[in-house]
């Protein structure tokens, strides 16, 4: 009894919760609400958030499964509305909004002894419990009087309206810690090493004795992907690096640091193709189309060589909700080329086996793995490469320039030991040209846009404070040493509402 089922109603913050309990060395799975699965080891349910409303048509609903599980079930937000719902209370439809943050007066429960009686929480939500279910008792209020919590000890369901899974609430953690130790009674067992174990035991069993195509980018992920499914079936995984015209000067040198790790790495340079395809292409979700499209290509074909049906893919978590195929009722931010980005017909079967993680969990996997800290804390890069830091139409000329671009930025950043304080930093070749004057003469050149975000998971990101001085220093080289640059700016946009890539 060591694992916290998660049912996903469509809330974005539901890995976190169950990246979270994974840091509690509980193992927590997320399932989806008409397929969830309780199994032996399961010592409690969490029901999520979700953006739905659950009178609305199509609601997402509690199943019998769940209900009758007798378990300990926590309801958030959404997954609170269900349980009045499921047990006979009363829920009021989009007349009682609480957004952001919302002081709450706690009772006495289980969920917050020890804690003080108000404290600040994260609400999202425009429906409200109004009345609640027979035998269930309300064991916090927010300020404006709506139910913000509710129990019943007995049957061991609890609920809450606010988000103890996003650091602006109070004491969230502490709470989800006491649904999951005290009334769960899970055990702190669980370590990362545990997931490389069983992943590589699921590969092993799903392929058997086929071949697999590897995809590697020069990103940390694939690198992840392909070294821990190497350990499942060693050479039967033949690893392709996929030179699509865009990659960085650092990218080229992965395969020969992954084949010292001990996976073997087939170089393809398919810069023609892609580049070909992408002519007169400057939309940038059409753009990510067609460098998936052609990704699956070049893999087909390669599959087709080696007689292999399975490609493997180096996807993590947040590829997956912001191409929006996380849950159903999740909305698309961009189409990652490994995710959304996708064919629809395809004659590959995917594994991915990093698809639940964020990326500094991927980043532990890789180290446990042996993989070099230069591969491990590497800026994470997208798999489209360059060409989504080109705005408009990609040119060969233009990958040049932005690749001598960003290495001048990388090194400089090294150089003064920044790199390492940040997420991700990169330049981004702008489709505009401005005027300048270069030694007394008159000159015209392109506008790069200098990027540099802190995040923790690449969700949300706020830019990066880099120090004045170190500004000038990569303005000047960069204007110094790429002659086709004439004018160096610097991103200050969030995300949201921007997002880290331009494109
Ligand atoms: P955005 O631009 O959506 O990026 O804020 C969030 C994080 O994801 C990376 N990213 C990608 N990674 N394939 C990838 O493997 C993609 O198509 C892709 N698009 C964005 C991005 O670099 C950032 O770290």
Same mark, same amino acid.
Request: proline share 8%; hydrophobic share 30%.
């Given at each position: 009894m060591n694992e916290v089922l998660i049912i996903d109603y469509g809330s974005q913050y539901t890995r976190l919760l169950a990246r979270k309990i994974r840091e509690f060395e509980v193992y927590s799975r997320v399932e989806d609400p008409s397929n969830a699965k309780i199994s032996n080891d399961t010592a409690g349910i969490i029901l999520s958030g979700g953006p739905m409303s659950v009178y609305e048509e199509g609601a997402l609903p509690l199943t019998d499964i769940i209900l009758k599980s007798g378990l300990p079930i926590l309801g958030i937000c959404y997954g609170m509305q269900l349980l009045a719902k499921n047990f006979g209370g009363r829920i009021s439809k989009g007349k009682s909004f609480e957004y952001g943050l919302t002081f709450v007066r706690l009772h006495e429960s289980p969920l917050f002894s020890t804690f003080p009686s108000h404290i600040k929480t994260w609400m999202n939500h425009g429906d409200a419990v109004e009345r609640l279910p027979d035998g269930f008792e309300k064991v916090a209020e927010s300020e404006?009087?709506?139910?913000a919590a509710f129990e019943s000890v007995t049957r061991r369901i609890y609920a809450l309206? #606010?988000?103890? !899974?996003?650091?602006?609430?109070?004491?969230g953690d502490e709470m989800i810690k006491k649904f999951v130790f005290e009334i769960c009674g899970a055990k702190p067992e669980w370590k990362m090493k545990d997931l490389i174990g069983t992943e590589i035991s699921l590969t092993k069993k799903k392929i058997g004795n086929s071949k697999v195509i590897g995809a590697v980018s020069g990103g940390v992920d694939s690198a992840v992907a392909a070294l821990l499914v190497s350990k499942a079936i060693g050479n039967n995984l033949i690893s392709i690096f996929v030179?699509?015209? #865009?990659?960085r000067f650092e990218d080229l040198a992965v395969p020969c640091i992954l084949e010292k790790a001990g996976v073997t790495v087939k170089k393809v340079d398919a810069s023609g193709l892609f580049l070909e395809n992408l002519k007169n292409c400057s939309d940038p979700e059409e753009k990510r189309k067609i460098i998936g499209r052609t990704f699956i290509e070049v893999f087909e074909r390669e599959a087709r060589t080696y007689g292999s049906r399975w490609l493997l893919q180096g996807t993590i978590y947040s590829d997956v909700i912001e191409s929006a195929a996380a849950s159903s009722s999740s909305s698309k931010i961009k189409s990652h080329h490994n995710v959304g980005?996708?064919? !629809?017909?395809?004659n590959l079967k995917l594994i991915e086996p990093l698809r639940e993680l964020f990326k500094d969990e991927v980043r532990e996997v890789g180290k446990m793995l042996g993989l070099p800290p230069e591969i491990i804390n590497r800026h994470p890069f997208p798999g489209p490469g360059l060409a989504i830091r080109i705005i408009g139409e990609v040119t060969r000329e233009k990958a040049d320039i932005l690749r001598r671009t960003d290495k001048i930025l990388t090194d400089t950043l090294r150089k003064h030991r920044e790199y390492e304080k940040i997420w991700q930093a990169f330049a981004v070749l702008l489709p505009v040209k401005s005027v300048g004057v270069k030694g007394d003469a008159r000159s015209y050149g392109y506008v790069v846009a200098i990027r540099a975000v802190d995040s923790i998971e690449g969700m949300t990101a706020s830019w990066h404070e880099l120090p004045y001085t170190l500004m000038r220093e990569i303005s000047s080289k960069i204007t110094d040493e790429v002659p086709e640059i004439g004018r160096v700016v610097y991103d200050i946009s969030d995300k949201p509402p921007a997002t880290i890539e331009w494109e």
């Open positions: 404006s009087g709506m139910i309206q #606010f988000h103890p !899974e996003v650091h602006q609430t109070e004491y030179d699509h015209g #865009f990659l980005g996708l064919p !629809e017909k395809m």
